[in-house]
């Protein structure tokens, strides 16, 4: 296509930090992400896992000596207008099939709200156990 730009860059990864190493992975593991690489330290100060799910990769440390998130990060409203990463999203191609699987999961609960965003897409937003924001957006 003439115009169209191809870069040499693509995503590799979303890493985050959490308190609970096993508790993340097990909640990441409810959307289909596998463990490919892990690494601890031989005392256990530090855990990282990258987990896979088709084309994106999640690299999770878990530090035995954490600092607590602030508050006002924990909600979308609140951690928008601050500079930084925001959250990372899954995409579905039917929101209302992923909201039902979420229900009944047990991630979410029935104030979960489907809203259609300022861009024209159909979205809610969960929190993982450590309270980061997760987007899922109809594709």
């Known amino acids: 296509m003439k115009g169209m730009f191809i870069s040499m860059y693509s995503v590799v990864h979303v890493a985050i930090s959490v308190t609970n ?3 993340s992975l097990n909640f990441y593991k409810m959307f289909g992400f596998s463990i490919i690489k892990e690494w601890k330290a031989e005392d256990l100060s530090i855990q990282i896992a990258h987990l896979k799910l088709n084309n994106m990769i999640i690299e999770i440390f878990c530090y035995k000596n954490y600092v607590i998130m602030p508050e006002k990060s924990k909600e979308l409203s609140t951690d928008l207008p601050m500079i930084g990463v925001k959250h990372f999203a899954f995409g579905v191609p039917n929101l209302g099939e992923a909201y039902e699987d979420l229900l009944a999961k047990g991630i979410i ?3 979960v709200k489907i809203t259609i965003g300022r861009l024209g ?4 937003f969960i929190k993982d156990p450590d309270g980061i924001l997760i987007e899922i957006i109809e594709l």
Request: glycine share 10%; charged share 40%.
């Open 21 to 23: 190493y096993g508790e």
């Open 109 to 111: 609960k029935n104030n």
């Open 121 to 124: 897409k159909k979205y809610f």
